[in-house]
């Protein structure tokens, strides 16, 4: 069983930066990506970033050259460092571990940007 936990949430002014992390402990065998996603209220949940195991990286249109994800294989954990936050960025993100057999999904971290 793989678990997922997110640190790094919390409340920031307009064009302020967060860094989220995520670790992943357990058995993980054939990773193809971890990732974050995050749902705002009354909204479906929606991809921000991910990276796979080779490194390649995707984003979400909304949120390219401001967010940046990154991983640290050896430790098991995927960081997204938030930059220039936006009010519409307010959400719950999500980290996620997707593997050949499974995917995986974190507790979730509130991101709250006031304007």
């Known amino acids: 069983q793989v678990q997922l936990v997110e640190s790094g949430g919390g409340l920031v002014q307009a064009g302020g930066s967060l860094r989220l992390s995520c670790a992943a402990s357990?058995?993980?065998?054939?990773?193809?990506?971890m990732g974050w996603y995050r749902q705002a209220p009354g909204k479906q949940r929606e991809l921000v970033a991910t990276?796979?195991?080779?490194?390649?990286?995707n984003y979400q249109d909304s949120v390219e050259g401001r967010f940046t994800i990154s991983r640290d294989s050896a430790k098991n954990t995927v960081f997204l460092q938030m930059n220039s936050l936006k009010p519409e960025d307010t959400a719950v993100y999500y980290c996620?571990?997707?593997?050949?057999?499974?995917?995986?999904w974190g507790q979730g971290a509130q991101v709250t940007v006031s304007s």
């Open positions: 996620t571990l997707k593997t050949t057999f499974s995917t995986y």
């Open positions: 357990g058995s993980i065998r054939s990773l193809n990506y």
């Open positions: 990276i796979t195991s080779g490194s390649s990286t």
